[in-house]
């Protein structure tokens, strides 16, 4: 038996304080919630949708109901889950209508014969599954259309979700959901569903998940970045440091990240002015925050 970990986070960005408290909130459920499986012998993938699902369902979050609107005033969201012991991956973009683009993430890499499935492809597998599809004004909130009407005059407020978690087995899996960029072009696809851009996962190594300038994470494949470098046995806090610095040094980017090494440890870092976000590892704590803190968990 090894150490069980989680760590969730609800996205990276110049999050208002008046939006503080329910990020942390929601971030806290999450975590919760996957350590609760954990603890009762459940594997590091139930614990992670487990997680997401929750974090997907609150409209503080840009991921399923609450995600930002296109260009066209529609949600447009994409996923990704990884399983570090196979390195078996499943990845979606471009849905509309699928209310946990976690769990289609994970179907797709269980029973499809591909690893990604975009838009109507993917929501026709979503429906073959029996997955929940909902209408696209559930999707939306008061929130999401006043930022949508009101282009670059509201602060952003809502986040991209994540999480990664490890199990008794050592198993190491990790999770990313988002609705992207607010106003992006219709068809737009971010780092989220891109391996290791939007997460990553190898027992032999660490599990990580990404949040931020997608346009520039997926530019330096920012978790697989941060994989690589856990690898050589650098503290999980100082590879989530390592990795921030190499996005902001080769492309300028900001973002935030979320890491549990092939030991347990968890670590996070952000450039960002905050990034929301809740763990559990060895002690057994819940713990959270979204103010920099930029190291050791
Ligand atoms: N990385 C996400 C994207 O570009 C956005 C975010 O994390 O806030 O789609």
Redesign the pocket.
């Known amino acids: 038996m090894s150490e069980s970990a989680i760590i969730v986070h609800g996205?990276?960005?110049d999050i208002p304080d008046e939006h503080a408290a329910e990020h942390v909130a929601g971030c806290r459920l999450a975590a919760a919630a996957g350590w609760r499986i954990l603890q009762a012998g459940g594997s590091a993938m139930d614990a992670m949708e487990a997680a997401i699902q929750i974090l997907e369902d609150l409209p503080v979050f840009?991921a399923g109901r609450g995600s930002y609107l296109t260009t066209d005033g529609i949600v447009e969201m994409?996923a990704i889950v990884m399983d570090g012991a196979t390195l078996q991956m499943g990845a979606t973009a471009g849905v509309q209508h699928v209310r946990h683009p976690i769990t289609l993430a994970r179907r797709i890499m269980e029973r499809a014969p591909h690893n990604m499935l975009i838009s109507a492809g993917a929501e026709s597998f979503a429906r073959a599954c029996g997955l929940e599809l909902c209408a696209a004004e559930w999707f939306e909130t008061p929130y999401t259309r006043a930022v949508w009407q009101e282009y670059g005059r509201l602060p952003l407020a809502t986040?991209?979700v994540g999480c990664v978690a490890r199990d008794a087995t050592g198993t190491l899996v990790a999770g990313?959901s988002?609705?992207?960029?607010d106003h992006?072009l219709p068809g737009?696809?971010?780092?989220?569903p891109l391996v290791g851009s939007?997460a990553y996962a190898d027992n032999r190594s660490a599990a990580a998940s990404?949040?931020?300038?997608?346009?520039k994470?997926m530019r330096v494949v920012l978790s697989k970045t941060a994989c690589d470098l856990a690898a050589s046995g650098m503290p999980a806090a100082a590879v989530a440091q390592a990795a921030i610095a190499t996005l902001a040094e080769r492309t300028g980017g900001t973002?935030?990240i979320i890491i549990i090494d092939r030991s347990g440890r968890t670590g996070f870092a952000h450039s960002t002015k905050r990034m929301s976000r809740a763990w559990i590892d060895a002690d057994g704590v819940l713990q959270a925050g979204i103010e920099p803190a930029h190291g050791s968990t």
């Open positions: 996205g990276a960005g840009d994409d986040g991209t990313t988002t609705g992207g960029t992006k737009r696809v971010g780092d989220v939007g990404a949040t931020g300038e997608g346009d994470i973002a935030g």
